[in-house]
């Protein structure tokens, strides 16, 4: 059987790469899903002109129209959330279930922003001088970058591009290398909704080669960037180096606290969901968990018999809770830390083993660890898959000062009966978002995303506030 060969979009033409790359399911090595495209750092540059050549038009594109295209994009989506979700979760390794939750969730984006294309307006105030007005207007920045990262493969480059494009902006996109079947199947629904050739464009490739030539570029007016620390404080110095707008969205080291008056149902459900769902790789993921004294020994039990009846199997099979890690890296990584956090002095109460299923995949159990302290590594650093540690507190001043002791500050939870805790912990907690009650992970569409310190760094992503990235303000004073 030949392998399908998907191409790069480039000014509304499909082209081959420099080369080309296997994309290939975690839950099964031998289920090849495509080859893909490879560019190179000349053919990103081709991608930038298309672009930029694009932009004067589509900057002016009437409302009307532009809006018509996103709905029509979000409709697809929607009216094909199964077959894309399968994809999903075959390329990523995310149960179906979730895939399929995030398929719906990039669909309802874009007809979110289909809608902001017309709310979208300006302010008018009179000015301290008589007879003048003052019009204060937002315009598109040009041409914008996108670079994503493979954890969540469509519902990240439709949180980018949907608000790019409707107020006005032209995109390259830069998928994750591991990832690029949804990017190219969300681009291919794009262009058949109508965009006009070069208002969306695709290079897949590597990111030290086509995402270099992209942030590298001065036709590149700003660059949304989400990954991890790493690459981003080095995106960051070289777009600001050379004025271009930024906006990153990184890592997270979210802790969820559990007090004594929890309710413990309540508390392992947000464990549970929020640390190891989606096989623990997301940004919002509760990898600390820190649980008051009065709790901690019920919780820990409880936690070891809820893991042992979790199902980690392919992602695709039905009744799978946790699917593989996404690849043989992520899962050297995973392991790596496991062995870290035993040597450190934490624990392992449950897990944290490679396990056979019947097809050869990154299979790992969920890992916690007990009896942590919050200087730990397993404590301080991202480790991006399905390991916790619970960290014992005394009270709650003490959790929460151990929550705010991380360089990160993405999400937040706290699981209490207390109206008094919950309230003062959402006003001090020192992250982007304040869970109560819920789980660290799960988050809207239509609201603004990201977090403080470490984790994020720019203006905030969806929802309307995406506006404040996507556009620049310019202020005019009119006299008669
Ligand atoms: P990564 O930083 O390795 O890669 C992210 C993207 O950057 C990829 O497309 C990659 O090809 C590209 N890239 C790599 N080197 C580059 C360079 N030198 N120049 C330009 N582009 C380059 O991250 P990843 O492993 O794909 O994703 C996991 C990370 O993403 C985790 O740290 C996670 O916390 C973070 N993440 C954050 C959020 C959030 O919103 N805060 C959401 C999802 C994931």
Request: proline share 5%.
């Amino acid at each position: 059987m030949t392998t399908q060969l998907f191409k790069n979009y480039i000014g509304g033409e499909w082209v081959a790469g420099a080369g080309t790359s296997i994309n290939r399911n975690p839950s099964d090595l031998g289920d090849v899903i495509g080859e893909y495209a490879q560019a190179d750092a000349a053919q990103a540059r081709q991608a930038i002109a298309a672009a930029k050549a694009a932009f004067p038009a589509w900057s002016v594109f009437p409302i009307q129209e532009r809006s018509n295209i996103l709905e029509r994009a979000a409709a697809e989506i929607l009216r094909r959330q199964e077959e894309l979700g399968r994809l999903l979760a075959r390329e990523e390794g995310k149960t179906l279930p979730e895939a399929i939750g995030e398929v719906g969730r990039a669909g309802h984006i874009f007809r979110f922003f289909a809608g902001e294309v017309l709310r979208h307006g300006g302010e008018t105030l009179p000015s301290v001088r008589p007879g003048i007005d003052i019009e204060i207007s937002r315009e598109p920045l040009g041409v914008i970058g996108l670079i994503t990262p493979w954890n969540f493969p469509i519902a990240i480059p439709a949180w980018k591009i949907a608000p790019a494009l409707a107020y006005g902006n032209t995109v390259v996109l830069k998928p994750a290398d591991l990832v690029p079947g949804c990017a190219w199947e969300l681009v291919d629904i794009l262009q058949r909704a109508g965009l006009p050739a070069g208002v969306l464009n695709l290079v897949m490739g590597r990111g030290s080669v086509v995402g270099e030539a992209i942030v590298d570029s001065k036709d590149v007016a700003g660059v949304s960037f989400t990954g991890s620390v790493e690459t981003g404080r080095g995106i960051a110095a070289k777009v600001v180096s050379r004025m271009g707008k930024i906006q990153l969205e990184m890592g997270g080291k979210n802790p969820l606290v559990v007090l004594d008056d929890a309710d413990l149902d309540v508390a392992l459900n947000a464990a549970i969901q929020g640390a190891y769902f989606s096989t623990g790789q997301r940004c919002t993921a509760s990898s600390r968990l820190i649980v008051t004294a009065g709790m901690h020994d019920r919780f820990v039990a409880a936690m070891a018999q809820r893991l042992a009846a979790l199902k980690v199997d392919d992602a695709l099979a039905q009744g799978t809770d946790i699917g593989p890690v996404v690849d043989q890296n992520q899962l050297d990584t995973d392991l790596a830390y496991i062995g870290i956090g035993q040597r450190e002095g934490a624990r392992l109460a449950f897990g944290g083993e490679l396990l056979e299923r019947q097809k050869k995949g990154f299979y790992l159990s969920p890992a916690l660890f007990t009896d942590a302290d919050n200087t730990m590594r397993i404590s301080q650093e991202e480790v991006f898959g399905p390991v916790a540690a619970v960290i014992k507190a005394q009270d709650y001043d003490e959790a929460l000062a151990l929550a705010n002791d991380t360089e990160f500050g993405l999400c937040s939870g706290i699981v209490t009966t207390s109206l008094k805790h919950a309230s003062h912990f959402k006003r001090h907690s020192q992250a982007g978002m304040v869970m109560v009650n819920l789980p660290t992970a799960g988050i809207d569409y239509h609201v603004p995303f990201g977090g403080r310190k470490g984790s994020s760094y720019g203006p905030r992503e969806q929802g309307r506030h995406a506006a404040e990235f996507y556009t620049s303000i310019k202020t005019s004073y009119i006299a008669p």
